[in-house]
């Protein structure tokens, strides 16, 4: 448990978009209702990524604090917000701390198991 802590990283601080293993596709369909997904610069707060449920977009932020973020952290943010779509359309409930834990271990099943499409 306590390793999970320290490696989890805070989210909130057709065509395709290729990262490194992962393809993020510009639109994404979650609970029958389509999202958008898009890339921006930077947040003027340095968040990495953020939804939008009325305008069902999904944003991912390029740069946090000036640096760039990785690939690897554009697709553990895109896990996240698709979370929190989720957790949205099913109205459950889960607390930003089970989010953030829940991105970051199914990220890493996904990608230990090779189940990205490269």
Excluded: W
């Amino acid at each position: 448990m306590q390793e999970s802590k320290d490696i989890m990283k805070n989210c909130s601080k057709a065509k395709r978009r290729k990262t490194e293993k992962m393809k993020i596709p510009q639109k994404l369909k979650v609970g029958g209702r389509i999202y958008t997904v898009r890339f921006q610069k930077q947040h003027k707060d340095s968040l990495l990524g953020q939804v939008n449920h009325t305008t069902r977009k999904i944003t991912l932020y390029r740069y946090s604090d000036l640096e760039k973020v990785s690939p690897r952290g554009l697709e553990e943010c895109l896990i996240h917000e698709i979370l929190h779509t989720i957790n949205s359309i099913t109205d459950i409930s889960l607390k930003e701390t089970y989010v953030n834990r829940l991105s970051e271990a199914l990220y890493q099943v996904l990608k230990d198991n090779h189940l990205l499409k490269e």
